[in-house]
């Protein structure tokens, strides 16, 4: 049974800094791309970042792109995504999800939330001064 558990999220200043971890298990690791995806109240969820599985290329939302780093332990199945240079519009719950091994790279390249077949419970990230 394939399990994704995030954590990392808090109350943060505009500026400051988090890290959210998700450890997997269930699945072969190196198989399936990882990513991030976000909702905040009142809006759809939405792509933050993904990281393919064969060739580990990265994918960001336009609104992250250059504050936000995915990256990925595969010592210890756990992919995490730093954020720095947090504002108040990153204020969402926060999600770690995954494909099935079976699809193609495009889902986790356009960050495709329809895509992900696998789903964290959430860890949600505050930016408030």
């Known amino acids: 049974q394939v399990q994704l558990v995030e954590s990392g999220g808090g109350l943060v200043q505009p500026g400051g800094s988090l890290r959210l971890s998700c450890t997997i298990s269930?699945?072969?690791?190196?198989?399936?791309?990882l990513g991030w995806f976000r909702q905040a109240p009142g809006k759809e969820r939405e792509g933050v970042a993904c990281?393919?599985?064969?060739?580990?290329?990265?994918y960001y939302s336009n609104s992250v792109k250059g504050r936000f780093t995915i990256s990925r332990d595969n010592t210890i199945n756990t992919v995490y995504l730093q954020m720095n240079n947090l504002k108040p519009e990153d204020t969402a719950v926060y999600y770690c999800?995954?494909?099935?091994?079976?699809?193609?790279?495009?889902?986790?390249?356009?960050?495709?939330?329809?895509?992900?077949?696998?789903w964290g419970k959430g860890t949600q990230v505050t930016v408030s001064s």
């Open positions: 999800a995954a494909p099935g091994s079976d699809r193609p790279d495009h889902y986790c390249a356009g960050l495709i939330v329809a895509g992900m077949d696998y």
């Open positions: 269930g699945f072969r690791w190196g198989y399936y791309a």
């Open positions: 990281l393919t599985s064969a060739e580990g290329n990265t």
